[in-house]
């Protein structure tokens, strides 16, 4: 089966960075993203990393470490808004699925 | 261009009911996936559909059945409902089977089954 960790919770300040680790353990690893999801919607699409090293997306970037079984998500000049869910979801080479984490809680506090 | 479109919205059942959900994808997109989102964790793979034949299913109860229509709409289906169905199913679109694209998700339908 799968296995994918994060943490559950995570609080920061307004204007600075936080850093959202997953592992994850699994048989035919594809490829994994990050979603974003505020209470009550729906998970929207922040990135999506298929080889190994760093993906920028302007506030936002996303790193992947096939070998280890890593990946973080960085927030960069947090804002309030980015108070939400954030997901970790790995895909197979079958591909048909997605596998999610249980999300990690981030709060932006002023 | 309209999103991922599902109804209801909010829905609330009676155990032993019948409930059925409905999504519209993207245009173009060919693939549905349904999900189950209890409050507080990830959401959990329920089905896909591709080209209206069932591709994939999760760890869930024959109570839950699906299908997909020639327009690429589908309909989630639960039967006997139980309490511990009360959830946020998430219906994902993509453009084909295997996602090396990202899927869009609709809002939801939130459950309750009382």
């Known amino acids: 089966g799968q296995n994918i960790d994060q943490p559950t919770e995570m609080t920061a300040t307004e204007g600075a960075i936080v850093q959202i680790n997953c592992t994850y353990q699994t048989s035919g690893f594809n490829g994994l993203f990050w979603y974003q999801q505020h209470a009550g919607e729906a998970p929207t699409f922040l990135s999506y990393n298929v080889l190994d090293g760093l993906e920028e997306k302007g506030r936002f970037s996303s790193f992947l470490s096939r070998s280890k079984g890593y990946s973080y998500l960085l927030l960069k000049e947090l804002q309030m808004k980015d108070s939400a869910s954030y997901l970790c979801v790995i895909t197979q080479a079958a591909g048909n699925k997605l596998t999610f984490g249980g999300g990690t809680r981030v709060l932006v506090k002023p | 261009d309209a999103g991922v479109t599902q109804s209801p919205t909010h829905l609330i059942k009676t155990r032993g009911q019948h409930v059925t959900l409905r999504c519209s994808p993207i245009s173009g997109h060919k693939s549905v996936s349904w999900y189950q989102q209890v409050l507080g964790q990830g959401p959990q793979f329920i089905f896909q559909y591709y080209e209206k034949e069932e591709r994939g299913r999760g760890n869930f109860p024959d109570r839950f059945s699906a299908r997909q229509f020639p327009n690429y709409s589908s309909e989630l289906n639960v039967n006997a409902l139980l309490l511990g169905d009360s959830a946020l199913y998430l219906c994902?679109?993509?453009?084909?089977?295997?996602?090396?694209?990202?899927?869009?998700f609709g809002q939801g339908t939130r459950l309750t089954v009382v």
């Open positions: 994902a679109s993509s453009l084909g089977q295997f996602y090396s694209t990202e899927a869009f």
